[in-house]
C-alpha cells in the first residue's frame, strides 16, 4: 500500500497490507494473551498506559510531522492533537481503576449482592485518520485498562501513525500478544469483520458504521459506532459580541480543514443580525492561511483524502445551481495536493446539499432565521444528531433551544470540543453508544452480578 503525502503528492513510504491469514495469525496471539493480559493487576495496566503517555511526549516532534505528513493538517494542530490525547489519557488514569472498581451494592441478613466488571475480551478498533490520536485513545486506552486486547486498524490514511501507535504502545510495556495493529483499507475492515471478536468499536462514516453494525449484528456482541455529524450553530441577536461569536464559529467551521466530526457545518443567525454576522464572519475567514501544512503559520493544510475536492466542488455547484451566493472560496487552491480554499456561502436552504449532507471540509452556509422557533427546525432537520451549538446571552433562552435538539452535545457559548469528562455520543446516524467519561470505560466491560450467600 502507498502511503502518498496529500500535500506534495509525494511517496512517503509502501507498506504491507495485511491478508485474510496475516489477520488471522494476529487475532490467534492476542487472543492467546489477552488471558495473561487481564490477569495483571490493573495499577500495572494502567502504569503501562502512563509510559504510553510519557513516551508520545517525548516523539511529539516526529510523530507530528508523521501525522501532518501522512493527512495533511497543520503542524501547529498536530501537536496540539498529541497534547490534547495526553489529556485525555490522563483523564482514564486517574478515573478507570475506580470505575472498574469490583463494588457491593447491597446486604441484608447472611447475603451480600456485589456487582464485578470482566474485559469484554478480544476487540476491533476500526478507526478514523480525521483525529487518529484523539479517536483512537478513546477507544484503546480504557479498553487496555479494562483488561481487553485489541486488534487496531488505523485509517489507511494514517496507517504510519497506527503503526508508531503500536509500537510506543509495546515500548511502554503493552505485549504485542495484547495489542497488533491491522494494516490495510477497507476491504481489510471487512475481513476484521469475519473474526469471533467480542467486540467492534468503529470511527468513521455512516455508511461503513452502518455496514458493520449489518455485518455483526446477529452475533450479539457490544458495538459502537462513533459516526459523522452534520452539526449546527445558531446565533442569536442577543449576543453581546458578534465580531468574537463569528471568530469562534470560524475556528468551529474551518479548524482541522473542517475534517471534525464534530465541526460546525451549517449555521443559522438570527435575522437582527445576520448582515452584520456575515461581514464579521467573511473578516474572519479571510485570515485564514492555506499553505503548506508544515509551516507553522499555516492554519489549512491540505485534505487528507483527494477526492475530497471534488465532493466539495459538487457541493458549492449544486448550491450556487439553486440559488446561493458564494462569498468566497469555492474551489481547489494551488496547482498541486488536495488544497480547497475556505469558502462561504450564504442565501442558502435545506433544498441544498451543503445544508444537508456532511461537508467534511472548509465549506460553510450561513442562514439567516426568523426565531428560535425556525432555528430549532432546522437544526433539527438532519438525519445526523451529534451535537449543537447556541450563542446567546441568556442561558435559559440557549438551554431551552439545546433541550429540543436532538443531538448527545449540546454547546451554550461554545462550539467543535471534546471533555473526557463528558460522555461523547451521537444519535441517530452520528452514533450508538458512547466514549469518554464512565460511560466510555464501561463499553468495554461486561457486567457480572453475584449473589452471595452465607450458608
Ligand atoms: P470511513 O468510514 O471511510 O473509514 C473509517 C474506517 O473504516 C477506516 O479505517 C476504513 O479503512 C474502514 N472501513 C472502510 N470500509 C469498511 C468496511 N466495509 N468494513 C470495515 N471497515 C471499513 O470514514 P473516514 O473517512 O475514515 O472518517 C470520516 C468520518 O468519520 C466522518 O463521517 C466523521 O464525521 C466520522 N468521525 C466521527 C467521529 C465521532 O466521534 N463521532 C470522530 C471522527 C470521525
Given amino acids: 500500500m502507498k502511503i502518498i503525502n496529500p500535500a506534495t503528492e509525494e511517496l512517503i513510504r509502501e ?46 516532534e516526529e510523530l507530528a510531522r508523521t501525522l501532518t505528513q501522512e493527512m495533511g493538517k ?73 483488561g481487553n486486547a485489541l486488534l487496531y486498524k488505523p485509517s489507511e ?11 510506543l504502545l509495546w515500548e511502554a510495556g503493552v505485549p504485542p500478544e495484547t495489542f497488533q495493529v491491522i494494516v490495510g483499507g477497507g476491504s481489510v475492515g471487512k475481513e476484521l469483520l469475519t473474526l469471533p471478536l467480542d467486540g467492534f468499536f468503529f470511527t468513521g462514516s455512516y455508511r461503513t458504521g452502518q455496514a458493520i453494525a449489518d455485518a455483526v449484528a446477529s452475533r450479539m456482541i457490544p458495538v ?19 465580531a468574537s461569536v463569528a471568530a469562534a464559529a470560524v475556528e468551529g467551521s474551518f479548524y482541522n480543514n473542517g475534517q471534525s466530526c464534530c465541526a460546525v457545518e451549517r449555521i443559522y443567525v438570527e435575522r437582527k443580525i445576520y448582515p452584520l454576522f456575515v461581514q464579521a464572519f467573511l473578516a474572519e475567514v479571510k485570515k485564514l492561511k492555506v499553505g503548506d501544512p508544515l509551516n507553522a503559520g499555516t492554519t489549512q493544510g491540505a485534505l487528507a ?16 445551481q439553486k440559488g446561493a451566493t458564494l462569498l468566497i472560496g469555492g474551489k481547489r487552491w494551488g496547482k498541486k495536493g488536495a488544497f480547497f480554499e475556505p469558502t462561504v456561502l450564504v442565501d442558502v436552504h435545506h433544498g441544498m446539499k451543503v445544508m444537508k449532507e456532511e461537508s467534511f471540509g472548509p465549506v ?23 451535537t449543537a451549538s447556541v450563542y446567546s446571552s441568556n442561558k435559559e433562552r440557549a438551554r431551552a433551544i439545546l433541550s429540543r435538539i436532538d443531538t448527545g452535545t449540546g454547546y451554550w457559548n461554545c462550539c467543535d470540543r471534546v471533555s473526557p469528562y463528558l460522555p461523547w455520543s451521537g444519535r441517530k446516524h452520528s452514533g450508538l453508544g458512547a466514549t469518554l467519561s464512565s460511560l466510555g470505560i464501561q463499553a468495554f466491560v461486561k ?3 453475584y449473589h452471595l450467600r452465607q450458608p
Fill in 74 to 146: 497543520p503542524i501547529r494542530e498536530s501537536l496540539n492533537e498529541i497534547s490534547g490525547a495526553r489529556r485525555r489519557i490522563q483523564f482514564f488514569l486517574d478515573h478507570a481503576a475506580e470505575v472498574l472498581q469490583p463494588k457491593i451494592v447491597h446486604k441484608e441478613a447472611g447475603l451480600v449482592e456485589s456487582l464485578e466488571f470482566e474485559p469484554l475480551g478480544v476487540i476491533a478498533n476500526i478507526s478514523a485518520w480525521n483525529y487518529p490520536y484523539l479517536v483512537g485513545v478513546n477507544v484503546f486506552v480504557p479498553a487496555l485498562i479494562a
Fill in 305 to 320: 483524502r483527494p477526492s475530497q475536492v471534488s465532493f466539495l466542488e459538487d457541493q458549492v455547484q449544486d448550491a450556487v
Fill in 15 to 60: 507498506v504491507e497490507e495485511d491478508s485474510a491469514s496475516t489477520i488471522e495469525k494476529k487475532f490467534d496471539r492476542v487472543k492467546e494473551g489477552q488471558r495473561r493480559w487481564r490477569e495483571l493487576p490493573i495499577e500495572k495496566r494502567v502504569a503501562c498506559l502512563s509510559q504510553f503517555s510519557a513516551l508520545l511526549e517525548k516523539n511529539e
Fill in 364 to 386: 460553510i452556509g450561513l442562514q439567516s432565521v426568523s426565531d428560535d422557533e425556525e432555528a430549532i427546525h432546522l437544526m433539527n432537520d438532519t438525519e445526523y444528531g451529534l
Fill in 157 to 167: 490514511y494514517t496507517t504510519v501513525t497506527g503503526l508508531k501507535i503500536g509500537e
Fill in 447 to 449: 457486567p457480572k452480578a
Fill in 224 to 242: 459502537g459506532l462513533e459516526l459523522g455529524g452534520k452539526d449546527p450553530l445558531y446565533v442569536a441577536a442577543d449576543v453581546k459580541n458578534v
